[in-house]
């Protein structure tokens, strides 16, 4: 189902109780008002996910809010935090990503502003793919199992456009590997970079990348990782991100929220779905 207008939204929400916005009318305005009033105001945004139900998209999250200004907006929905840079819009959840279906018709059902792509902040799980950065378009193939779709949640059939940002990311994060920085940001020492195979939901109709550090506890909060990874996104993002400096939230200001730990060197792969799907954890792949 596409929802892309602001009565058919709410036919969405009236019609997904799962996803029903419980915060009182005065707020969905007073949020609706702040996205009409911003600078992309009739454009859609870059929606950038975070969720606390992920480490790595914890980590990811705060090294973005470092990197440059963003500005706090009113909660979407309740217990969630929201904030805007330019175009984009970084949205903090709680849940797990991997059951989010339909995730961009609920932010338009809350701020009545469409998303035009959505970039996941997510960790990769799999207890053979070692350190690694790795980017992915989602979806479920259609031969997918009912095991398959309990594990990686998603549609059978259904796969997401990918996010037209796919391609020069990957580029970039393998460029900045080959030189060992990406402008003044060291890229983190023992991890490869990998370009994975579609495995997992959710089921969006938007325009989808999944932006992912693997695979295990240790680098999922690593900082060096998280730092890198920022960096790549906000230049990546230059044309709708107003990037100024924001020292106050630095990771130097916030000693402790990540560690500095990374394991052992590997040279870029394009990986396939089998090893990346093997550990969910319910969060991204």
Not at 121 to 148: K, N, Y
Not at 234 to 243: H, K, S, Y
Request: hydrophobic share 45%; charged share 15%.
């Amino acid at each position: 189902m596409v929802v892309r207008s602001r009565a058919a939204a709410a036919l969405f929400v009236a019609a997904s109780p799962g996803w029903m916005p419980t915060a009182p009318a005065a707020h969905l305005r007073s949020m609706r008002a702040v996205c009409s009033s911003s600078a992309c105001a009739g454009h859609g945004v870059c929606l950038i996910l975070s969720t606390s139900a992920d480490a790595a998209s914890v980590s990811l999250q705060q090294a973005l809010l470092a990197q440059t200004r963003w500005e706090p907006l009113p909660s979407p929905s309740p217990g969630t935090q929201a904030w805007a840079c330019g175009g984009a819009r970084l949205w903090a959840l709680n849940d797990a990503f991997l059951r989010m279906d339909g995730i961009d018709d609920r932010w338009l059902a809350c701020t009545g502003q469409p998303a035009t792509e959505l970039i996941f902040l997510s960790r990769h799980a799999s207890p053979t793919s070692g350190a690694c950065l790795t980017v992915h378009p989602i979806g479920v193939p259609a031969h997918a199992s009912e095991q398959d779709v309990l594990r990686g949640g998603g549609i059978p059939g259904r796969l997401a456009p990918p996010g037209v940002r796919l391609a020069s990311l990957y580029r970039r994060l393998c460029a900045a590997r080959k030189s060992g920085r990406l402008c003044d940001v060291a890229f983190p020492p023992n991890f490869r970079v990998s370009l994975e195979a579609t495995h997992h939901g959710p089921a969006v109709e938007t325009p989808s990348i999944f932006y992912e550090i693997g695979s295990s506890e240790q680098e999922w909060s690593c900082a060096a990782a998280a730092h890198l990874m920022a960096a790549a996104l906000c230049t990546e993002l230059e044309d709708v991100l107003t990037l100024v400096a924001a020292p106050d939230m630095s990771a130097e200001a916030a000693p402790g929220l990540l560690s500095e730990s990374a394991p052992s060197a590997m040279g870029e792969t394009a990986a396939g779905g089998g090893n990346s799907s093997a550990v969910e954890g319910g969060a991204g792949g």
